[in-house]
């Protein structure tokens, strides 16, 4: 019932919200903050499990179609569960003092997308997986389409064509995958753990397996799917890039750990090398373009693409210290990139622009914000003692016995990644002043924020075994039924 709960808070609270702001205009942020506390206060107690699976629930859904309302919570969903309710409380806080028109239905569909997303991770029915994906971009559509900047029309257009066509993928894969399960074994079912072990062969199964591959790459936004993933960043509101960047980017790489591979593992082994020079052409593409970018958002956007190209290396190696390298990588990405996110819009409200051209010498105006902007520029880049160098070094270290060549490649570029971070730091935060201005430097809300954040990293980077020891188990047992 706990599993329930997870996903009935925050969809209640986001049907609370949409109304409030006619009551008062901060009502929608508060509910929609104590939802997502009060969710978290839920989710947390779920870790001291004694069995390999944390919580299990099971219903029956659709039983003509063999379809059941089935939840499920590993270590790896409960990480990426509590980092989906941190992150989005951080959005809330973050969009608390912004003018937005229609505040109530704002934080209904940050709330809805973020029960989606919860969802995705519980998901042990494949349909209802579907189900929950949907509900976890639909929302997001529509905060980008009306909160966005000025050429959010045309951004989430892009985001919908692509997530929708991602979401067909799916729909026909999963399809396919209990239509041939049924004919092998008479048995029409969308279960998960009915599903493992009965990989589909031939050129069918290939298909499927490659379908589901697509799609999941598609909201991983690593190369050459990646179309959609600046333009959306760089118009979203900024809770929304948080959320984005931070969260919805990490289900596709969780449906390529808990799905592509388990389910097909012979047609994953196939893919396997097409799919690892793509995670190269990602990590070297995204540092490239972010290397020659003005728009400190697009910056951030492109380094997205360039740290996705880890995870699917990681991914596509099958091997277990890789595979605890992506989780791990998830995790950092998220608090980093989230961080700085924060701080881009941050600058964007101050300045009025995300024109790396016209900032310079920010650490005289606002030396907060610029520290706190240089720290989490080098977290993202990967420095030794913080969180991304620990899953960035951990899937190079168990891709090096499978691919060394592609581990050396992923390697080499870190070097560009460490340019355009050195630059961005310099044009940002140091140099002249190009432009006079009287701006306030972060507040208490904002410190606040970015300490808690900063800790977060650090405490990744120095001390990463708890994390590891979570997922540990949903690693080394992935696929086997609880």
């Known amino acids: ?68 309302f089935h939840l499920g919570l590993d270590g790896m969903s409960w990480l990426l ?52 994906w949907e509900l976890m971009l639909v929302p997001m559509v529509f905060i980008i389409a009306i909160w966005g900047h000025e050429d959010r ?10 997530t929708q066509g991602s979401g067909l993928l799916i729909l026909i894969g999963i399809l ?26 031939g050129a069918a199964g290939f298909l499927i397996m490659l379908g589901l591959f697509i799609a999941f790459v598609v909201k991983l936004a690593a190369f050459p799917a990646h179309v959609w993933l600046p333009v959306t960043h760089t118009q979203a509101p900024t809770a929304g890039s948080v959320i984005l960047a931070s969260i919805l980017l990490k289900t596709g790489a969780y449906g390529l750990l808990r799905f592509v591979v388990p389910l097909f593992p012979t047609a994953s082994h196939t893919l396997a090398p097409i799919a690892l020079w793509l995670g190269v052409a990602s990590i070297f593409y995204g540092a490239v373009l972010a290397y020659g970018q003005n728009d400190f958002k ?36 998220g608090v980093s990139t989230g961080a700085l996110f924060i701080i881009v819009g941050a600058l964007q409200q101050r300045l009025h622009t995300r024109e790396l051209s016209r900032m310079g010498g920010l650490w005289g105006d606002l030396p907060k914000l610029s520290s706190f902007g240089a720290f989490f520029v080098l977290a993202a880049m990967g420095l030794p003692g913080l969180g991304n160098f620990v899953g960035e070094f951990l899937i190079l270290r168990g891709a090096y016995g499978a691919a060394p060549l592609i581990t050396i490649l992923a390697a080499i570029g870190l070097v560009p990644a460490a340019l355009y971070s050195l630059i961005a730091i310099q044009r940002a935060f140091h140099g002249p002043v190009r432009e006079a201005r009287a701006i306030a430097d972060f507040g208490w809300r904002e410190n606040a924020m970015m300490l808690a954040l900063a800790a977060a990293i650090i405490w990744l980077g120095v001390y990463p075994q708890p994390v590891l020891d979570v997922a540990a188990p949903s690693i080394s047992a992935m696929g086997v039924t609880p």
């Not at 608390?96 to 940050?110: D, P, Q």
């Not at 492109?302 to 605890?324: D, E, K, P, R």
């Open 81 to 132: 569960t509590v980092l989906t309710i941190v992150l989005g409380m951080f959005s809330i806080v973050v969009s608390w003092r912004e003018n937005v028109e229609k505040i109530g239905f704002f934080h209904a569909n940050l709330m809805w997308s973020l029960a989606g997303t919860i969802g995705v991770f519980l998901a042990l029915d494949l349909f209802l997986f579907f189900y929950f």
């Open 153 to 162: 029309r045309i951004a989430a257009i892009k985001f919908f064509l692509f």
């Open 1 to 68: 019932m706990s599993l329930c709960l997870l996903l009935a808070i925050p969809l209640l609270g986001g049907c609370l919200a949409w109304p409030a702001d006619r009551l008062h205009p901060h009502l929608p942020r508060i509910i929609s903050l104590l939802a997502l506390a009060a969710t978290l206060a839920v989710a947390l107690p779920m870790l001291h499990g004694t069995s390999f699976w944390l919580a299990d629930f099971s219903v029956p859904w659709i039983p003509a179609f063999g379809m059941s």
């Open 298 to 333: 697009r910056l951030i956007a492109y380094t997205s693409i360039s740290h996705m190209g880890f995870v699917l290396i990681g991914v596509f190696v099958c091997n277990a210290l890789a595979w605890q390298g992506v989780v791990f990588l998830l995790i950092a990405h």
């Open 176 to 201: 396919g995958l209990a239509f041939l399960h049924q004919r092998a074994t008479g048995v029409l079912t969308f279960g998960y753990f009915a599903l493992l072990g009965h990989e589909p062969g």
